[in-house]
């Protein structure tokens, strides 16, 4: 998975708190410490990523993932809890090669013209690994709840495992390749250009942190319709939803990609405008049982257009010759997602102090507008220069 542990970013929360003693609000500092840490982090890892290649880096990627899964589960204090925090962060850097290393291998067998395909299956099966912890994971809990995270553990261990085998089948081009200087092309000297890395950020910080902001918008407006109790029920279908969603979108994805191209770009960003205009619509009058409906949709339209726009812009900062170029490109696409990530969420905390949520879902509206605007223009200046 692309950021979480699989088993534990279901109980997270729960394990930490009722297990380890983690209050909510050192669970808050761990979220923000987290995201500040990894923007610090890009640079050196980056220098470190260039050393040792894309391969180890992967390997050294799935490693530090096990790392922050024992340090999680056997924590005796909140320190280790911090440090395995920290180690989740490098791990998720390492790993961000991950695309780089098939975008190799793909070219090593003349089929570079087929990365979106295999990147939208690897997603695919990412989500419906995700679909059966989730609903493994609240059994496991009741049982014990240590057992969800000795489940965290093994898939954490077979990552280090397959890595490791995946990796030595990919050959040697990659050092072959940075032994003699590499030819860079001009396209190499331009990345995305600035509006689409800024709608990049924009689009990844309201589709990831960005989507539990729009989950306490779902649950506030539904609690003014009905009782407590069908609000939570109707949460746990529409979570399990939302993997579903994600597994048709990379789906679709992978279907339609070679057909339209770029124009995705856009058509991700118009769901998401329209996805949460309609997070809005409860609030401009007493929610309805059709604005309920909307509402539903919205929450699923946000999931929806993720991985496709990752998968999309990962596709384009890939058609490099230069591996290091590639290794590069992946990191800077990990900065701007974290640098959006942590902007949004610091704004969104300061405006709840004073505001609702229904402000934020405002926000988030206007900045999507502004998101597809950047992606539009970067789209008609790039098709002009060609």
Not at 76 to 102: D, E, M, Q, R, S
Not at 120 to 126: C, E, R, T, V
Request: charged share 15%; proline share 3%; aromatic share 12%.
């Amino acid at each position: 998975m692309e950021a979480e542990h699989l088993f534990f970013v279901v109980c997270d929360v729960m394990f930490l708190h009722a297990v380890k003693g983690v209050s909510f609000a050192q669970f808050s500092f761990l979220i923000s410490f987290s995201l500040l840490f990894s923007v610090i982090v890009q640079y050196p890892l980056l220098k470190c990523i260039h050393a040792v290649g894309t391969r180890r880096s992967v390997q050294l990627g799935s490693l530090f993932f096990l790392l922050s899964a024992l340090c999680f589960t056997f924590a005796p204090n909140y320190g280790v809890v911090i440090a395995g925090g920290i180690a989740k962060c490098i791990g998720f850097t390492f790993n961000l090669l991950g695309p780089a290393l098939l975008k190799e291998k793909l070219v090593q067998d003349g089929r570079d013209n087929e990365y979106v395909a295999f990147q939208s299956d690897a997603n695919n099966m990412a989500c419906l690994l995700m679909m059966l912890s989730s609903l493994l994971c609240g059994f496991l809990f009741s049982c014990n709840p240590y057992f969800p995270m000795f489940g965290c553990i093994i898939f954490c261990a077979l990552g280090v495992l397959l890595s490791f085998m995946i990796t030595s089948c990919c050959g040697t081009v990659e050092e072959k390749q940075t032994d003699e200087k590499p030819q860079i092309i001009k396209r190499n000297k331009v990345f995305l250009g600035i509006p689409l890395l800024v709608s990049f950020g924009l689009l990844t910080a309201m589709t990831g942190i960005g989507l539990s902001y729009v989950r306490i918008n779902f649950q506030e407006a539904l609690t003014l319709k009905i009782d407590l109790d069908q609000t939570m029920k109707l949460l746990s279908v529409v979570s399990f939803l939302v993997y579903l969603v994600r597994f048709l979108s990379n789906a679709l994805m992978s279907k339609l990609f070679s057909r339209f191209g770029p124009w995705l770009y856009l058509g991700m960003q118009l769901i998401l405008v329209a996805s949460l205009a309609f997070q809005v619509l409860p609030w401009v009058h007493r929610p309805t049982v059709p604005a309920l409906f909307l509402l539903s949709m919205g929450y699923l339209g946000v999931s929806f257009v993720r991985d496709p726009y990752v998968t999309a812009i990962q596709n384009e900062s890939l058609l490099v010759e230069d591996p290091i170029k590639r290794q590069s490109n992946m990191v800077v696409l990990n900065f701007v997602k974290k640098l959006g990530a942590l902007l949004l969420s610091t704004a969104f905390t300061l405006m709840l102090e004073k505001t609702a949520i229904s402000s934020v879902m405002v926000v988030m509206c206007a900045l999507a507008t502004v998101s597809l605007v950047l992606a539009g223009w970067r789209l008609v200046v790039g098709r002009r220069k060609h």
